[in-house]
DNA sequence: TACTATAAATAAGG
DNA sequence: CCTTATTTATAGTA
């Protein structure tokens, strides 16, 4: 005894052969058509699918946030330069990944250019002073911010070769980023923007 | 998928009244549920819809790419602090646009301490002589990497209020954000991950 | 990982 | 902005 008698209530499920009437109303649009993966020559055909599909990035990205317990930015520079962004404090996070860990290494103790070598290695008791200013960023004190006033020449030769490496530490990795940016763009054809 | 995408083609449009034959082929999983947006406590389903979403975000960015023309980075921190990117070199446009500016707002010509201020604003000849400099970016020379050997007292003033002003562009951006990314997590209740 | 049914996103057209 | 028809993304399961 194969089919079994489905009652009035419930429909059959949808993998046993059966009749489906469609209604018959006319639909007032033409309904979604597949699409190349390609830039849309139409103006404002693209304007208007930059707005939808950005909209729904964004929400997929809100979602799998809260599903998945992440943390997610994402940057959007449209034809024009004009930017977009989601996730502000994810970026300003990765930021300090990149350059904020280069300028920590530069800096030590205030005490370190009256005293020793500027980039001095902590070690011990000092480490963990050193995390515990971490932690209090807003008062932390870098090496760089104190008064050159009361330094005296070899001191200053110093604080400059200090402050050179501080220098190079992040410049140089910006211009870095300024220049393998360029390779890519000539690579990948990419045009600059406005 | 093809196939199917093919034969639905050929079909009469849905809104006509209609005969359909669905397949007797007795399906292997149970489909689709709705889902509440909300963490996934099941530990490996979490996983696996990371894993799904993810992908499927990141075709939808490349997607956008194509169609709209548009440049977009994504950044994914999972909460074991694994970063997963889309688009670096967008990223390092990004930073560019927040970082580099306010070190080249500091640097002006090599001359400008033993001339005038050291952050003279650029006219005329001078003007396009940076904008070339700009383009031969590692051959540019900023006035911090002067030696100091050759400058008098008050020459090292100026030198000094320079690098102040140097280090005070680039620090306090970075200690900003660090500020306000603190603040962010406190309002958003995000704890810090490993 | 693969597969299917179903939820969601979205291309066209008001 | 809406609406509808379809295409796409994916939750649940084996």
Redesign the pocket.
């Given at each position: 005894m194969a089919a079994k008698a489905e009652s009035s209530r419930s429909l059959p499920?949808?993998?046993v052969s059966s009749t489906v009437i469609m209604?018959k109303?006319?639909?007032?649009?033409?309904?979604?058509?597949?699409?190349e993966i390609k830039r849309?020559e139409n103006n404002s055909?693209r304007k208007?699918?930059f707005s939808?599909?950005r909209?729904?990035?964004f929400?997929?990205a809100s979602?799998?946030c809260r599903?998945c317990d992440t943390e997610i930015a994402i940057i959007v520079f449209s034809p024009k330069g004009r930017l977009y962004s989601f996730g502000d404090h994810v970026i300003d996070k990765f930021i300090e990944d990149e350059i904020v860990s280069d300028i920590h290494s530069s800096s030590s103790s205030k005490e370190a250019i009256k005293e020793n070598d500027c980039v001095t290695e902590l070690t011990g008791e000092e480490k963990s002073e050193e995390e515990d200013m971490h932690k209090e960023q807003t008062e932390l004190e870098f090496w760089w911010e104190q008064s050159i006033e009361d330094l005296n020449m070899e001191e200053l030769e110093k604080y400059k070769s200090c402050l050179e490496e501080l220098r190079s530490n992040v410049a140089m990795k910006v211009e870095e980023m300024v220049m393998r940016r360029t390779c890519e763009k000539d690579f990948l054809g990419i045009r600059d923007k406005a």
């Open positions: 499920p949808s993998w209604p109303k006319k639909p007032k649009g033409t309904g979604r058509k597949k699409i849309i055909s208007v699918a939808k599909r909209k729904g990035m929400k997929k979602e799998l599903l």
